[in-house]
């Protein structure tokens, strides 16, 4: 069994910060990639940025220059460090990791998804 356990929501004004971190636990051999989505009320859920484990990432247009993604690989653990943020990156933020419980099996897990708003 594998969670995805997210953290660091909440309602922010236009311009502020917010940073999000997720943690994985239970049993895992190893983590290959590890990203955040987000979903707005009455859109798609969209990738906002992804990190492999060589430490590559991954962002969408909208959010490059103002978001950073990062993890730690010791704690099974990815970071989004939010800054600038917009009205329109209100959204519910989900983690989500591709991880290998043994060498035959991998899988995508989702976490249960952290709110972010932003408004004044």
């Known amino acids: 069994q594998v969670q995805l356990v997210e953290s660091g929501g909440g309602l922010v004004q236009p311009g502020g910060s917010l940073r999000l971190s997720c943690a994985a636990s239970?049993?895992?051999?190893?983590?290959?990639?590890m990203g955040w989505y987000r979903q707005a009320p009455g859109k798609q859920r969209e990738l906002v940025a992804s990190i492999i484990s060589g430490g590559s990432t991954n962002y969408a247009d909208s959010v490059k220059g103002r978001f950073t993604i990062s993890r730690d690989n010791a704690k099974n653990t990815v970071y989004l460090q939010m800054n600038s943020l917009k009205p329109e990156d209100t959204a519910v933020y989900y983690c989500n990791a591709h991880i290998r419980a043994s060498p035959w099996y991998g899988r995508d897990y989702w976490g249960q998804g952290t709110q972010v708003t932003v408004s004044s």
């Open positions: 239970g049993s895992i051999l190893n983590i290959n990639s």
